[in-house]
């Protein structure tokens, strides 16, 4: 890559998929390069329609808290925008929570809508088209990489068409950046050019989920919550959600981790365990509604993280991210929020090559990704490693697992009480905001939060924790915990602080 120490004012970028992670980095491209071009296997929609290349788009999907704000960096008023178009402001409406130790019924504070991913995805679509320097090549596969002789740096990309001409061609390009997910070749393309690829870290989690959708008649519309079912291992499903999209649409999703049992797609079937697992009153209220869509299934086998940073000779000029850098489980929402902020670091990167140009950049690059993705991916494999049939996979274990799962319990339990007993939703904020990747799990994970857990009258859930943390001085809890936590080297700016601060006031005022 080829950046001179000034803002460029030419150059060609090419980003493979235009999924969410493709339009993010296209955006973050814009800004950098003279010309930015988004290859795409699937014919791009006319309207908000789900594609062949995301199978997945059928359930639900959502942005956490960090994704909203980078999101809102990069498409000012995007919310908005879902809003006029349909889908459900969230801001104020009631959702019910439920876990192993009672039932919360939490207003958001923060302004946001619930969509169906067809619907996000158009809106960044719509918005992306706008930006004079960005243009679309659908319908075209991509066949590898162009490169030096040497093998060294990546100069362009082979397509072909998929229309009936298959037209072969290449292009050229300054940067090749892989946002294709799951489907990605880039191993093959890498594999091609010689190179060893790193062993990845693979989280085997049989994992399946059924959806089925719904439309909500206008009497029931008014009163409507949605409503989150966080069950225990060992239960038979891993979650239940309720919720709203657009056009006064409800989706019901049960999940199974472990597979041992996968949800049921058959009608009766599925709604006979929906019955089961929701609230009385969600379950009053499922049966005014009006049968829509499926159910339909999804299944999926394996979470995968590539380690590319480890490779000896990244070559220069291709960088990757999205679902084809690491796939997550998603049933904690986490994926379009990493892409998210995977094209924020890339942006973070780049400006920093432009005021101290350095050499390896790419690997530069997919090392500060790592940094980037590493809460995630470790708050993932801790939720899912409590249940039967899962497995990590990799030369260097997880650090903390079975301690950060004893904490979560007793902090869950701590947190619950406070907020039915007393009507401080502070803890349980707390706990969101690191699922929703705005607090650092260092900063939930300290030795003041242990002290104030190690007080629960000799629990069972105190008595586990106690037996993983294996240190009975105050004193010496914080360098325990800098033994069992792993260190997340990424940096949170300051509006995640300003955020942080601003949502706490409102928890505890509640």
Request: negative net charge; aromatic residues 8%; charged residues 25%.
């Amino acid at each position: 890559m080829n950046i001179m120490g000034q803002k460029l004012e030419c150059g060609k970028a090419l980003v493979i998929g235009a999924g969410i992670a493709g339009l993010m980095t296209a955006r973050v491209l814009s800004d950098y390069y003279e010309e930015v071009l988004i290859v795409e296997r699937d014919l791009l929609p006319t309207e908000p329609e789900s594609r062949s290349g995301v199978p997945q788009s059928f359930h639900p999907h959502r942005v956490l808290p960090r994704g909203r704000i980078i999101l809102e960096r990069y498409f000012p008023g995007y919310v908005d925008t879902l809003i006029e178009l349909g889908a459900q402001p969230t801001q104020g409406e009631s959702t019910i929570t439920v876990n192993k130790y009672g039932s919360l019924v939490n207003q958001p504070a923060d302004k946001d809508a619930s969509s169906s991913r067809v619907l996000l995805e158009w809106v960044l679509y719509q918005r992306v088209k706008q930006i004079s320097n960005v243009q679309f090549l659908p319908n075209t596969e991509v066949k590898g990489l162009i490169t030096t002789d040497d093998q060294q740096t990546v100069t362009g990309i082979y397509t072909k068409s998929r229309d009936e001409l298959k037209t072969e061609s290449s292009l050229t390009a300054d940067l090749v950046v892989d946002a294709a997910g799951r489907s990605s070749k880039v191993i093959k393309w890498l594999e091609a050019l010689g190179q060893q690829v790193p062993e990845p870290e693979i989280l085997k989690v049989p994992l399946g989920y059924s959806t089925r959708y719904y439309k909500i008649p206008s009497h029931v519309d008014q009163n409507w919550k949605s409503f989150f079912y966080d069950t225990q291992a060992g239960e038979g499903v891993s979650a239940v959600m309720v919720h709203r999209i657009e056009d006064h649409i409800a989706g019901a999703t049960i999940a199974s981790t472990g597979g041992e049992h996968y949800p049921s797609t058959d009608i009766t079937e599925f709604e006979e365990e929906l019955k089961q697992l929701v609230a009385p009153e969600i379950a009053e209220a499922l049966e005014q509604l009006e049968p829509y869509q499926g159910p339909r299934g999804y299944r999926l086998a394996e979470s995968v993280r590539q380690h590319f940073e480890k490779l000896e000779s990244w070559p220069s000029g291709l960088l990757v991210l999205g679902d084809a850098l690491c796939s997550f489980d998603p049933i904690y929402g986490q994926g379009m929020t990493v892409a998210s902020i995977e094209a924020e670091t890339l942006a973070a990167c780049l400006e920093e090559q432009i005021s101290n140009p350095q050499p390896d950049f790419e690997l530069r690059v997919l090392n500060r990704m790592q940094q980037a993705l590493e809460p995630a991916w470790w708050l993932s494999s801790v939720s899912d490693l409590r249940w039967r049939g899962v497995e990590h996979v990799y030369s260097e274990p997880l650090k903390g697992i079975a301690f950060a799962q004893k904490y979560i319990d007793l902090y869950t339990k701590k947190a619950t009480a406070l907020a039915l007993e007393e009507g401080n939703r502070a803890l349980f904020f707390t706990l969101f905001m690191m699922n929703g990747l705005v607090l650092p799990p260092r900063e939930f994970f300290n030795a003041h939060l242990l002290t104030m857990l190690l007080n629960d009258n000799g629990s069972v859930e105190e008595q586990r924790l106690r037996a993983e943390l294996a240190e009975e001085d105050p004193q010496k809890f914080q360098a325990r915990i800098d033994e069992l936590i792993p260190s997340f080297e990424a940096a949170y700016d300051d509006r995640l602080k300003e955020m942080l601060a601003a949502n706490y006031q409102h928890a505890a005022a509640e």
